[in-house]
């Protein structure tokens, strides 16, 4: 895991923050079928097309999108004919605890997810893991309980998400051979990814909901129902007042934590509001600031890029 060392890129004063520029990157399922084969070494065109479902349109304007955001260099190869291989950067290589994470979840809590993911082994232990997520400071496991989010000054809504999430998806008929079916409810939507943040920032009511997401009533209806069937939010009726319902995340929707905040710290690690960042972290157990790492969960040793292998 690199920390040191990078440029972050600096965002546009008053526009979409680090998390928003993420969540265009991240909540798009080709460009994470793209990372995973490059960290696996794809680099030119033919590797990627050799693994199967990508269009030349998709993978050549994702990966044009993903050369800008930084995540890839290209390099040329080849002079006659003019050929470029398409490199990972730091940046680009620092996505990987999230894709492991996404993995794990996915294999913990959408088993019926058709094509099979990746099996993870850690080399420095010798024993396939399930990873777990690590607070940086103190180096002991972390969760959704005990890490606190406050809102620094790149922080509102409004700036949080991308309007684009959700838009390229739809135009894509085929899929990826790799499905992260129920990550991608949560991410590859305005709405849900909006709606998933407010959840793990404290959201309880409907009316939570509508005010601090700006959604109407109708998509805030729907939203909450899709997540109900998705098993990530369950309603609770109080008996006092049975009118008064308020929603809560169940085991799945906080085991989906780690793949969150991997996401946000990446993305305020590597690009960069004027005003300061969107959210201050910080692990309650220990009072240091979070910088999540991910640990083996069989030797709780921190895992890096270079300890793992994928099958
Ligand atoms: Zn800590
Ligand atoms: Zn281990």
Known sequence: MTTGRHTPTRLATGGDNAIAVTLAILGDEWNLWILRHAMADARRYGDWMAQGSISNSVLSSRLASLTESGLFVQEQYSERPVRFEYVLTPRGRAV????????????????????????????ACGHDFHP????????????????????????????????????????TAVQPSELLPHTMELLGNRWSASFLGALFLGAHR???F?????????????RLRRFIELGVVEARSNAERPD??????????LAFFPVVILMIA??????????????VLTHTACG????????????????TGASIGVR
Request: aromatic residues 10%; charged residues 20%; proline residues 10%.
């Open 206 to 208: 409907f009316r939570d």
């Open 266 to 279: 990446w993305g305020q690690d590597w690009f960069e509001a004027p005003e300061g960042p969107a959210l």
């Open 132 to 171: 777990r997520l690590g607070c940086r400071s103190c180096g002991n496991p972390a969760d959704a309980h005990d890490v606190v989010a406050a809102f620094g000054p790149s922080g509102d809504w409004s700036r949080s998400v991308p309007t684009s999430v959700g838009r390229r998806r739809s135009q």
């Open 96 to 123: 990987w605890p999230i894709l492991i994470a996404m993995w794990a979840w996915e294999q913990e809590w959408a088993p019926a997810s058709e094509a099979p993911l990746p099996t993870m082994h850690h080399t």
């Open 288 to 303: 240091g600031p979070f910088h999540p790492e991910l640990l083996c969960g069989t030797c709780g040793q921190p895992l």
């Open 210 to 222: 509508a005010e601090r997401t700006g959604a109407s009533p109708a998509i805030v209806s729907d």
């Open 244 to 253: 008064w319902r308020t929603y809560q995340l169940t085991q799945k929707g």
